[in-house]
């Protein structure tokens, strides 16, 4: 009788929670296609403009009076890094979508500097999305996305827009910055999406 260790190494507990082809990383590295935004929290605000229907704003200050959680979460990146067991605090976009109405079906994430990413409105509720604005029980740093970033843990971390400042509602689906070039339209870390055909 043959025991199997698994195919991960036994020493990690939680190697399982590993997606595949990624390693563990115990820092958090920086990945920034262009410079660090710096906007400071008085200029900042976040809008969701449906194709149809009003758009709304959200200052910082309306942003901090609604209710906040803390979010535990792995996250893992396309350049084949997952960092476990981060804690952020942010607002669930559930909450900013009950002000919203909109047959539209996708989004496009809209950052400060001109970055976006898509994805379908339904990995964007449902408990699954958050506008953090803190990392670690500190203000979220510049170099991370501060102010505020998008969390979408669930799919690699290219989908998590640093500093996020709109969400524009569209009918059809259209590549953001890294789905035109090249990478995977959804990006499931579990089924390694990676790029376009995978
Ligand atoms: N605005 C903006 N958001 C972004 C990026 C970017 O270049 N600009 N890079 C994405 C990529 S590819 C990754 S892996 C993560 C990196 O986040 P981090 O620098 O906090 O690790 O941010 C994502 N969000
Ligand atoms: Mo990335």
Not at 57 to 66: D, F, I, P, T, Y
Request: hydrophobic share 35%; with cysteine; charged share 20%.
């Amino acid at each position: 009788m043959t025991i199997s260790r698994g195919f991960f190494g036994q020493h990690d507990p939680r190697a399982a929670d590993l997606p595949p082809g990624q390693h563990l990383t115990h820092g958090f590295p920086v990945l920034t296609a262009g410079p660090t935004q710096l906007i400071s929290t008085d200029k900042w605000s976040f809008t969701i403009t449906p194709e149809s229907g009003k758009p709304r704003r959200w200052s910082w200050g309306e942003m901090m009076a609604l209710p906040s959680e803390e979010i535990n979460v792995d996250i893992h990146c396309v350049t084949r890094w997952t960092k476990l067991g981060t804690r952020w605090r942010g607002v669930a976009l559930d909450t900013f979508f009950e002000d919203i109405e909109t047959y539209d079906e996708y989004a496009m994430v809209h950052s400060y500097g001109g970055y976006t990413t898509n994805l379908p409105l339904e990995d964007l509720v449902g408990g699954k999305a958050w506008i953090a604005y803190e990392y670690e029980g500190e203000p979220l740093p510049a170099e991370h996305g501060g102010p505020a970033r998008l969390l979408v843990p669930h799919l690699y971390f290219w989908k998590s827009a640093k500093w996020v400042n709109g969400i524009t509602m569209q009918r059809f689906d259209e590549p953001g910055f890294w789905e035109s070039f090249g990478y995977h339209n959804y990006g499931d870390p579990w089924r390694e999406e990676r790029h376009a055909g995978d």
